[in-house]
């Protein structure tokens, strides 16, 4: 048994039913210096919100609020 599989999701433990593209500080810890999506292993999220943060990140991207690349 691994020590990444005892680790609990952080968004999980915050109860936080939704991720929203909109929130810039939750989703800058996510993302590594270079603009990359930090994967599971690294971040501790679960599945559910891994999707959630993906895509909320892809969505900012796009918006403008966050940086494809540094």
Known sequence: MSTYQN???????????????KNIRLLRGFVT?????????????CLKHQKMLASAI????IMGMLRFVR
């Open 58 to 61: 892809k969505k900012a991207r």
């Open 33 to 45: 210096k270079y603009a990359k999506i930090t994967p599971r292993y690294y971040s501790g999220t």
């Open 7 to 21: 680790r609990k999701c952080k968004l999980c433990a915050n109860q936080a039913a939704y991720v929203d593209y």
